[in-house]
């Protein structure tokens, strides 16, 4: 087999690992309905974080803070994506050392463009008009 030819094989196969590795990312992106701005609104001072858990669902993230008589950040976050656009909404709460809610808490709702994926489509379709063809 010629040098060549096993140069453009390795890269169709370090293109198709990218795209497998793009879908699997994909698919792990979490839709939860729950995490939204409504739902932070009905939480209030004092609930406890299994009460808060049952208007949300189940905490993405838990940090203790260094000092565990302050407390701890809980951290609910969903994302999805369409049309190359990820939607990002984050709820984080503060609760006190007694597992009680403390503070405001956050509510954030942003979204990412994914320029890049296009990008990379377009790269890939210089390579190989074939392989860009066979890409979501």
Not at 12 to 18: E, M
Not at 71 to 94: D, K, M, P
Not at 103 to 125: A, H, I, M, R
Not at 128 to 134: D, F, G, T, V, Y
Request: no cysteine; aromatic share 10%; hydrophobic share 45%.
């Amino acid at each position: 087999m010629k040098r060549r030819t096993r140069i453009r094989l390795l890269i169709y196969l370090l293109l198709v690992l990218a795209v497998v590795a793009v879908v699997v990312f994909a698919r792990r992106l979490d839709v939860n309905d729950r995490v939204s701005k409504e739902n932070f609104d009905r939480i209030a001072d004092g609930m406890t974080q299994a009460e808060v858990e049952g208007i949300l669902g189940s905490p993405t993230a838990i940090e203790t803070f260094h000092n565990k008589d302050e407390g701890r950040l809980v951290a609910w976050q969903a994302t999805h994506t369409e049309n190359h656009w990820v939607y990002l909404r984050i709820i984080s709460i503060s609760f006190d050392a007694n597992g009680r809610k403390r503070g405001v808490g956050n509510y954030t709702n942003t979204q990412y463009d994914v320029d890049s994926w296009l990008g990379f489509k377009q790269w890939v379709g210089d390579l190989s008009p074939w392989l860009a063809q066979k890409l979501p």
